[in-house]
């Protein structure tokens, strides 16, 4: 099979393989990055089981599933948004998230990523108000929420965050 990235000019270096614990659901992603960040609200806290999450984010149309099939976990949002999260079947991986304020990005996960893993540079951290007080972070840019963000109702305790 012809290499598609050589006939349309893209270095091996533009593409990157990353995939789910067990090894069962792989993807790949080609070109640049859009943006990628550091959340740290609650969403991001309970869907990685961590003190935060790491976002790498494409145009839809550069990222594609190579192997295996993954589910989705759907949920609105504080800002009325819908959040598609989506997981391997079998460990329970997420690897990819359609946020619907981002219409023509999705997000990656950025600890899925194959060696050497953190090829990215962080462009933005968000909800510092719900950083965890050991976690340290030097980006460029800093909010205590999100630029996109704007509540129309109150998220359950469990879900807010910060103060």
């Known amino acids: 099979m012809k290499n598609l990235s050589k006939s349309i000019g893209m270095a091996d270096s533009d593409k990157h393989e990353g995939g789910c614990l067990c090894g069962e659901v792989r993807f790949q992603v080609s070109g640049n990055s859009e943006f990628s960040a550091v959340c740290h609200c609650r969403y991001c806290q309970l869907r990685t089981g961590s003190a935060l999450g790491v ?15 993954l589910k989705s976990y759907k949920l609105i949002n504080e800002s009325g948004k819908e959040m598609d999260f989506q997981f391997c079947a079998t460990c329970g991986s997420t690897l990819l998230w359609d946020i619907e304020l981002l219409l023509d990005l999705i997000g990656t996960a950025g600890g899925a990523y194959d060696p050497p893993t953190f090829w990215y540079s962080v462009d933005r951290e968000v909800f510092q108000r719900s950083k965890a007080e050991f976690v340290h972070i030097d980006s460029p840019e800093s909010y205590a929420t999100s630029r996109l963000y704007d509540p129309i109702h109150t998220d359950d305790p469990r879900l807010k965050g910060g103060y």
Not at 55 to 69: L, P, R, W
């Open 55 to 69: 976002s790498v984010y494409f145009q839809k149309e550069n990222v594609k599933i190579t192997q295996g099939t």
